[in-house]
Nanobody, 119 residues
Framework: QVQLVESGGGLVQAGGSLRLSCAAS????????LGWLRQAPGKERESLAT????????SYADSVKGRFTISRDNAKNTVYLQMNSLSPEDTAVYYC????????????WGQGTQVTVSS
């Protein structure tokens, strides 16, 4: 059974930092891309960053470029999202997801972790 389990969310003041973790299990992700997405109340889901499991190639949305960093630890089967310079606009539920490389649709999703940034 494939599982993606996020952790690390919480309440932080504006300007602060958080690191989210996504522990992946249940299959080999060597041909997959892992992504972090978020959804704020009343807004559409937004893709933030992706990383290829094998080569480590990364991509970022313009809204988080320079503030967020995605990384992976293959030995721990874990993907991270380091978030710096947080603002109240970053308040959302953050999801980890996995899709096969070259495809658009995500096959697997985590349960989400709440990030709240206070002003």
């Amino acid at each position: 059974q494939v599982q993606l389990v996020e952790s690390g969310g919480g309440l932080v003041q504006a300007g602060g930092s958080l690191r989210l973790s996504c522990a992946a299990s249940g299959r080999s992700f060597s041909t997959y891309v892992l992504g972090w997405l978020r959804q704020a109340p009343g807004k559409e889901r937004e893709s933030l960053a992706t990383i290829s499991w094998s080569g480590g190639t990364t991509s970022y949305a313009d809204s988080v470029k320079g503030r967020f960093t995605i990384s992976r630890d293959n030995a721990k089967n874990t993907v991270y999202l380091q978030m710096n310079s947080l603002s109240p606009e970053d308040t959302a539920v953050y999801y980890c997801a996995a899709r096969r490389a070259g495809l658009i649709k995500y096959d697997y999703w985590g349960q989400g972790t709440q990030v709240t940034v206070s002003s």
